[in-house]
């Protein structure tokens, strides 16, 4: 019975490969960016200085007035760090599926969204280093979606020849 699912394993090509362990690493570089660097500024604190939040900032103290802005905070934050920590295990984990690059590009936009518009009121360096690593792994998302498109073309030709 093991040599019957061997048979039918579909293989990875080498250029899914490359793409989906590139991937993998620029969501770790872009969880480390996001937790490490400051993303964005924060309203004025009581001494007139701006307030650095991270993404860890926003998920452990969040920083809002009432309930409703530290719930909504602690949402961006989980968005900003559990998303890519998930998007990163798909691609780590995951060789067969299309499925991780559709949660790739629900990972980015969303993001991008947050570090945008979230609840700081200007961007931070690691907010526009986020940004671009934001672009290049949506780039190399569409590059991989088509390389897997292109390995189950050529699949479907070599079943029906």
């Known amino acids: 019975m093991a040599k019957y699912f061997d048979k039918d394993e579909i293989k990875e090509s080498s250029s899914e490969k490359k793409i989906r362990i590139f991937l993998a690493v620029m969501y770790f ?3 480390l960016t996001e937790v490490w660097m400051p993303l964005m500024y924060g309203p004025v604190n009581d001494e007139g200085q701006y307030s650095i939040l991270t993404a860890v900032n926003l998920l452990i103290q969040p920083n809002g007035y009432g309930s409703a802005g530290q719930v909504m905070s ?3 934050g ?3 760090v559990i998303l890519p920590i998930v998007s990163f295990f798909f691609f780590l984990l995951d060789k067969k599926s299309k499925k991780k690059y559709v949660i790739s590009y ?3 936009i969303l ?3 947050v570090i945008c518009f ?3 009121s200007s961007i931070a360096y690691g907010g526009i280093v986020s940004l671009i690593l934001i672009l290049v792994i949506m780039f190399m998302t569409t590059q991989g979606f088509q390389a897997t498109r292109m390995r189950e073309r050529a699949d ?3 079943k029906t020849e």
């Open 111 to 113: 993001s991008a969204v």
């Open 118 to 120: 979230g609840p700081g």
């Open 78 to 80: 989980a968005i900003l």
């Open 74 to 76: 602690a949402i961006y």
């Open 106 to 108: 629900i990972t980015c």
């Open 29 to 31: 570089l872009l969880v």
């Open 156 to 158: 479907a030709e070599e």
